[in-house]
């Protein structure tokens, strides 16, 4: 089984410091998957959420909100996902 990690990119709000500004979203997804077709969102713990969140929004300027997608795929998709991110 793999585990497949992507990122997609997008506009929100938040509040990094002591200021509200509208900033990059990072939406992170990780699959357990054999082929690729079918994938389900991997169980990560919310110590490990909020680890990654941190670090993310600490070393990547620009960032103030990480989500983690837990949908499925289907209806989902893998592809796009990494398509957007090197685009």
Excluded: H
């Excluded at 992170?28 to 969140?53: G, H, M, N, Q, Y």
């Excluded at 600490?58 to 796009?80: A, C, F, L």
């Amino acid at each position: 089984m793999a585990k497949i990690l992507s990122l997609l990119f997008g506009k929100n709000f938040g509040k990094p410091s002591t200021t509200s500004v509208f900033g990059q979203q990072i939406e992170v997804r990780c699959w357990d998957s054999i082929d690729a077709r079918i994938a389900t969102p991997t169980r990560l713990s919310f110590e490990i959420l909020e680890k990654v969140a941190g670090e993310v929004i600490s070393k990547m300027p620009g960032i103030v909100s990480v989500t983690y997608n837990i949908v499925t795929k289907p209806p989902s998709t893998i592809e796009v996902a990494y398509y957007q991110l090197i685009t």
